[in-house]
């Protein structure tokens, strides 16, 4: 379990990768999320309801701003850096962090996708990951079927490392997942250069 002051602070550069900027949530992102809640699967890995009405998707973006506090680890808005549009949402878990492991979600507004933002955000996600000194690992846990999701992971560098037989329960159904991860580069290479944030105007 970790406390909020075991957690590193928010960057003071929001991380950025390609077309994607990552910051803080804002009440103004329930529009994004109403959208969001109208994809049949987001609700079901999360705590957004299907078909939010207004207040509640204003009560999921407050319940991200506090995952911070709660010591759970960051939740950050995708922002697309072409038009400053909030077009998702992804966390860097950190329950294990006195492990060396995190672990990321992510999800895009169904108009987002098919740009390569779901992977800018995931490559921004897991550089600014390994800026925190105590991580060496970082894990994705997929539904077998998602293969929308597995590209997306296997474009950002994360490795396939087995099927979590039986793992959790989504929508009623008991599932396997399988788990890919990366770990902590070991010096510079092309794994950094590809990993590299830029500044952007969008400071988490
Ligand atoms: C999973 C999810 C985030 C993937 O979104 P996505 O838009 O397919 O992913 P990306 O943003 O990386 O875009 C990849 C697509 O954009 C295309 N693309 C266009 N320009 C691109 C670029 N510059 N770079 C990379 N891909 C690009 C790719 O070809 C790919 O399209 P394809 O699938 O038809 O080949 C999205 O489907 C989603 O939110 N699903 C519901 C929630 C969910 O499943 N979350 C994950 C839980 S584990």
């Known amino acids: 379990m970790t406390a909020r002051s075991d957690l590193p602070p928010w960057p003071d550069t929001a991380p950025a990768h ?3 900027v990552l910051r803080r ?5 329930a529009e994004m999320a109403r959208e969001l809640a109208t994809d049949p ?17 204003i009560a999921w973006v407050e319940r991200q701003r506090a995952r911070y506090d709660d010591g759970a680890g960051f939740s950050f808005t995708i922002v697309e850096r072409a038009t400053g549009a909030a077009v998702g949402s992804c966390g860097l878990w950190l329950r294990e962090l006195a492990d060396g492991r995190a672990s990321i979600g992510y999800s895009l507004v169904p108009s987002a996708r098919g740009r390569g933002l779901a992977t800018d955000a ?17 894990e994705l846990r997929i539904e077998p079927g998602n293969t929308g999701s597995l590209a ?32 902590r580069p070991s010096g510079p290479g092309p794994g950094h250069a590809r990993h590299r944030t830029r500044s952007d105007p969008y400071p988490g």
């Open 25 to 29: 949530p804002r009440t103004a992102d």
């Open 152 to 183: 997306v992971a296997e474009r950002a560098g994360y490795v396939r490392e087995g099927v979590l037989r039986s793992h959790e329960e989504i929508g009623g159904r008991r599932v396997d997942m399988v788990i890919l991860a990366v770990v």
């Open 18 to 20: 390609g077309g994607a």
């Open 41 to 57: 699967y987001v609700p079901l890995i999360g705590t957004l309801p299907a078909h939010a009405s207004s207040d509640e998707a």
């Open 122 to 138: 995931l490559l921004a996600l897991t550089a600014f990951a390994w800026t925190v000194p105590a991580l060496h690992r970082v």
